[in-house]
């Protein structure tokens, strides 16, 4: 079992949970709906992660570790790069500061890379034999 795997999942849930509130109850009433939309795909792409950061922490002991360990890497830079620049987007957005959103929009698919190499590391992980 990885505890900083888990720790880190459960902060990033604790997180996810509060901004999607926040997006439910106080976004709706700053922003039109696309805009909300935005900053909703940042929390479900991060909730998704954390479920499975939790995975990779409970079962890193039975998988090949370096390619479990390189996957929640991925998934948490993921998070950080993808929702976070959609939230950076959401904030530009209310404060009317149009000049930065292409700056911080071309983050975005950075961190769906990270996503897609963390999952093809867990496939490895998953695929290698154990003990090595």
Not at 16 to 36: C, E, I, K, N, Q
Not at 92 to 108: C, D, Q
């Amino acid at each position: 079992m990885n505890k900083n795997f888990l720790a880190v999942a459960a902060l990033l849930g604790a997180l996810a949970v509060a901004l999607g509130a926040f997006a439910a109850h106080s976004l709706r009433t700053m922003l039109p709906a696309d805009a909300v939309a935005t900053f909703e795909t940042g929390v479900r792409y991060q909730f998704y992660h954390v479920f499975a950061l939790l995975i990779i922490g409970i079962a890193s002991e039975k998988f090949y570790t370096k390619w479990m360990h390189r996957a929640g890497n991925c998934f948490i830079i993921g998070i950080i790069l993808f929702s976070g620049s959609l939230y950076a987007l959401t904030a530009l957005r209310i404060t009317e500061t149009t000049s930065a959103t292409k700056y911080v929009g071309i983050i975005t698919p950075f961190g769906g890379l990270f996503f897609i190499a963390g999952w093809l590391f867990l496939f490895f992980a998953a695929s290698k034999k154990q003990g090595k």
